[in-house]
């Protein structure tokens, strides 16, 4: 018996073991099945027919192949009920997430991590001023955004939220029961708040002035901010001022830039000491205020670093857009082209949709497509029936940071001491019993920031008093405007005389608009509420106190540069100063240097026959205009023969353009970047190291014309004083080096996108820190062509690594010849959901510079349609 125990053990063990594992693949299919199951609970049928409450007739709801929806609807509150009824099947995550950031209540969703971004909205008060703007716009507009609301809620339903977006069914594992809340028409418009704060122009730039302070005189810092080289580079308008009480295009000479380039000295060792005279004002504070300030700012800078990039406001954001006339095309018609760099993100910022009236008249004035912002009803960028129209950040200066003297509940203002505003605001935080309150304090000027950061508490008081010192923000977006009415406007705008009508009320932010229409004009026009202020440029922070440091009032309307089929045939818009010194009004002092605007000027005015294919390789262009610049000096340098001499022999047949599959193109980022860092790092505190963008590009080439300047020297070696040769010697070899860690020994075997790649990362569990989670939701990495200060500009930060951080989140042309040859691509897909086979579909294409065709008219429409949704009127008892 035993023998026949023992020969039967194998067999029973292998038994057991086969069934056990028949159990384990039972469990994983069971698994993988409900895990299959919940990923796709939330995909919305695209077919069939659906009662809506609320219509008033039929709408058709068309998708393609991507699932890029058109929409045809009879009315235009059906039209906009559509938009929000498509958004949220494709996107109602996002829309939630958003809401619950400019609303404050992040920490409701994911408890107190989000707390200190909650505290930053509420002070600055987005959604308080949102509601006062619903009583500002039209009767038109409220009527859209209340139709918007009602498409998105009746979506939303009784789906429960596992039925909406798998984060919510992740949420539901360690979170509490979550319940979303009826949309409203503030959640809409509440979203403009957080592109004003992504687009808000030069405040990171005021804050890192003050930090640079720690180790740098103010005219030391003013030198790293040099004005606008208007002999090298072409501002957006060339010619025109102020006559009277309106902008004359035709004022004053058209300069010729070629004759004043030829002409211009080249920069002295001198100028490159010299702070630009044009922009100097007399110091707001004295140096000792300014050291003082220091932990402040940091603080400041924090708190604003705090929240979401919603949009993807900081280096390397910004772009491109421009318009050329028929004179310049190969059809006699317009073409324009844009494409905004923004912080990317998974799913992407943008949306693409057509939303069409089936007979265009007053009382349904829509006939557009383009670029939208889920949660938001119509069209931001795109074009309709009969103009085009394309956006980049102007930068124009509409915040100021104002530091405020407290004594206990007032403040101190032109000698007299004021009653400090004050509210509590209240927050509910998932995985806290009670909730947690905060005092916000306003002035004058706005809310107190620095009370936000607790690391201020502690602020240091002046001598002999309890005065403490705060620091405030005054800020065009916290004034109710009517920008949504702009958007409506521009959407249904059919000529140049409507466009501009519409934009008087783009109050913020500030956006450069490019303009072309079927009847062959081009244009531009500068929006937007933009401050006059008595004293200063902006450039620093002010002392509150001080009653000559106010704003006395704003550019009005029709004063602000504007421009009408300009003699050169184009318009060209990549955030470049607007307009030359010729101009009375300070719009700002960050604008870009222009590199990326006179590259596409050059590439532009190379031909007179421009088709839509052209514009897309523009558009994807890599040349470096830095590496033009600073290669006659790397070439000199003497580094010998054999290793460290590899890398330089790889830029002698360089053709200066950043190609992912480019070896020179990775050795001259990696020198481009070694180089900021033996320059500069010794001279800056680490919150302010470069990032590499056109700033930093126009700081380098005025250096180079100084080789013995103190910049040079390094700062940590006490008995030598190193020149522009020792440190470009030190950056090649630091780059040789750094390539041969990163890819190989054999430089041959080096590539730009082997190092410069995107990673998609979604805002909220995408960086959760839990790596099953963000697999579920991040995509990539995907490497690609480009870099900062590139046309293809898809940036990436000097002070860090190689990682893209900023890029062209859509690309578009528009053939006003034809606009069914129009093109467009969006940097990852129209839905939100993961896994769909639209989440991340045009990705690929994107990162290989293509486009997608852009259907317009209704056969084309029609012919591309791979589903239909009919969405029905719901008869109510």
Known sequence: MRALALRLRPVLTRRLVVVVAIVLAVALVAMAAVAVVTVRRPFPDRTGSVQIPGLSAEVEVLRDDRGIPQVYADTAEDLFLAQGYVHAQDRFFEMDFRRHVTAGRLAELFGESALETDKVVRTMGWRRVAEQELAKVSPSTRRYLEAYARGVNAYVGDREPAALGLEYSVLALTGPDYEPEPWTPVDSLA???????????????????????EKLTRSQVDTLYPGFPFRRHDPIVTRGTVDGDAFDQSAGRRRNADTDRAEAAPDSADAVAAVDESSSVSPALDADGLKDLVGSMRGVSQVAAGLPTLLGFGEGTGSNAWAVSGERSATGQ???????????????????????????DDDCPFDVAGFTFSGMPGVVIGHNADIAWGFTTMYADVTDLYVERIEGDRYLYDGTWRPL?????????????????????????????????????DVAEREGGGTEFGVSLQWTALTPGRTMDAVFGIGKASDWAGF????????????????????????????????????????????????????KG??????????????????????????????????????????RSQRIIDLLSSTSKLDVDDMSRIQNDTYNSQANTLMPYLLEVDLGSGYYADGQDLLRDWDMKQDRDSGAAAYFASVWRNLLARTFHDDLPQDVWPAGGERWFEVVRRLLNAPDSSWWDDRTTKRERETRDDVL?????????????????????????????LTLENQTLGTSGIALVERLFNRGPYAVAGGSGLVDATAWDAAKGYEVTAVPSMRMVVDLDDLDRSRWINLTGVSGHAFHGNYVDQTSLWADGKTLAWPFSPEKVKAAADDELTLTPRLEH
Not at 430 to 437: F, I, N, R, S
């Open 334 to 360: 317009p073409i324009l082209a844009n494409d905004p760099h923004l912080a990317p993100s998974m799913p992407g910022i943008w949306h693409q949709m057509g939303l069409h009236c089936r007979v265009v």
């Open 729 to 757: 010697r030190t950056a090649m070899r630091d780059a040789r080096d750094e390539m041969t860690r990163l890819q190989s020994l054999d430089p041959t075997r080096w590539t730009w996108g082997r190092v410069h790649t």
């Open 191 to 213: 979203w403009l708040k957080a592109m004003a704060w992504d687009l808000r122009s030069n405040m990171g730039d005021e804050i890192d002035r003050v930090l640079s302070t």
């Open 554 to 595: 704003f550019i009005p309307y029709a004063e602000l540069p504007s421009v009408l089929n300009p003699a050169e045939g184009y318009v060209v818009s990549a955030n470049q100063q607007v307009i030359g010194r010729q101009y009375p009004y300070l719009i700002g002092t960050g604008q870009a240097a222009g590199y």
């Open 421 to 457: 505003i004050r509210r509590t605001e209240t927050f509910e935080v998932a995985g806290q019993d009670e909730p947690e309150t905060i005092t916000v304090r306003e002035t004058r000027h706005g809310p107190v920031l620095s009370d936000v950061d607790e690391t201020l508490e």
């Open 500 to 551: 501009r009508k519409a934009a008087r009320h783009f109050a913020v932010p500030s956006q450069n608009l490019v303009y072309a229409d079927r009847s062959g004009n081009i244009g531009y026009q500068a929006p937007g509420s933009i401050p006059i202020r008595a004293r200063g440029d902006g450039r620093w922070p002010v002392p509150g106190w001080d009653p000559t440091y106010r704003w």
